[in-house]
């Protein structure tokens, strides 16, 4: 069972004990090991870790776009109330597109380089819905005039090398929202870009998450990323959740020692003036997961348990679930201590 919290609306998405271990020749990868969420209308839902923590896996299955053949898929992911796992391809791939959209962090990815961008935006209205030329034609110019592209006529006739890493990111947005989708999962959308351009195309998501009234999906390995835009953060290590909040309770009263290493290491987060403290050591393989707590041998507050026991994903009171075995109090004076460290203050 996902875990309670407070976000009101319409419950669009809910993975249950989600599980994708891929056998290779070395070992099995468990790429996504045991992960619950929910996501709900109106809410952009950031999940955060380092790179190789399963943050692409896990929206890629719920997409159907990991091979089934390749991975071992255990769990629900349940899309208002139907379980996507249990669809055929062909029911999938109605799903995808029509109500849950993706883009990536490289738009060239999607767009093809050969063909304009106002053709190729008007066959992804074709695919899914019967209407004219001329109907899909003007149905695209007011996606990408809803995205923010200026003089959306003569950028129509365009070629994607002439739009600019934002442009063809707005671009990117204006074809996942064709099929007016319920969910939009973003996954890294602004790595690729420099730092203003970032911030509009966040201000973009965010825009579009009102406008069309929708869930969107938030992934990113940069804390920065989603500390303006998310409402609900969940950090991941190592295919698993070790700690899922209200955004600002997560930022305020961070009950994880990863979230805790994460923000000491973010220099966006880091106040100015103040060191960056990297999280020592490198994330596991995800062939040799650690035994217990996954992130147990970098974790500075590691004891006993730690290496045998693995903490339950549990809410302990506040609707602010998390897997790790130090006591609430215990967890709460050290964050203290360290916040306190962190911004220079006497303790
Ligand atoms: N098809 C696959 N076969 C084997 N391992 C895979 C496959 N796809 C992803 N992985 C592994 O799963 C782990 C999680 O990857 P990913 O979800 O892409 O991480 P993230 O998006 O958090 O950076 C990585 O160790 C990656 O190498
Ligand atoms: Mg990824």
Redesign the pocket.
């Known amino acids: 069972m996902a875990p309670e919290r407070g976000f009101q609306g319409e419950t669009l998405l809910d993975v249950r004990d989600l599980k994708v271990h891929?056998p290779?020749p070395d070992g099995v990868?468990k790429?996504v090991d045991g992960l619950s969420f929910t996501v709900h209308r109106g809410e952009t839902f950031g999940i955060v870790?380092e790179?190789?923590?399963?943050?692409?896996?896990t929206n890629l299955t719920a997409l159907g776009l990991v091979n089934r053949k390749?991975a071992q898929i255990e769990g629900e992911v349940l899309f208002k109330g139907r379980d996507l796992l249990k669809l055929t391809p062909g029911e999938l791939r109605h799903v995808r597109g029509k109500e849950l959209a993706m883009i990536f962090q490289d738009p060239f990815a999607s767009l093809h380089p050969m063909y304009r961008v106002g053709d190729q935006l008007i066959e992804a209205v074709k695919v899914h819905s019967n209407v004219s030329k001329k109907q899909a034609e003007e149905r695209v110019l007011e996606l990408l005039g809803a995205v923010g592209i200026p003089r959306p006529r003569e950028r129509f006739r365009d070629y994607p090398h002439q739009f600019s890493g934002g442009m063809r990111q707005r671009a990117m947005i204006a074809m996942a929202l064709t099929h007016n989708p319920d969910i939009l999962i973003a996954d890294e959308p602004t790595t690729a870009l420099d730092v203003t351009v970032q911030a509009q195309i966040l201000e973009l998501i965010d825009h579009v998450k009102r406008e069309f009234d929708i869930g969107v999906i938030l992934i990113t390995h940069d804390l920065g990323v989603i500390a303006d835009v998310s409402q609900t953060v969940m950090v991941m290590y190592a295919g698993r959740a070790m700690e899922l909040a209200p955004k600002d309770e997560l930022f305020r009263k961070p009950l994880h020692p990863y979230t805790w290493g994460l923000l000491d290491s973010m220099p966006r987060i880091a106040q100015k003036g103040t060191r960056l403290l990297p999280i020592e050591g490198a994330p596991p393989s995800?062939i040799n997961v650690p035994p217990g707590c996954a992130f147990h041998p970098r974790c500075p507050h590691r004891f006993q348990p730690c290496d045998r026991e693995r903490p339950a994903f549990a809410d302990r009171g506040g609707g602010h679930p998390e897997a790790c075995h130090l006591t609430i109090e215990d967890k709460r004076r050290l964050w203290a201590e360290r916040d306190a460290r962190r911004l220079g203050v006497a303790v």
Request: charge should be positive; aromatic fraction near 8%.
């Open positions: 891929f290779t990868v790429a870790g790179s190789g923590s399963g943050k692409s896996v390749a995800l």
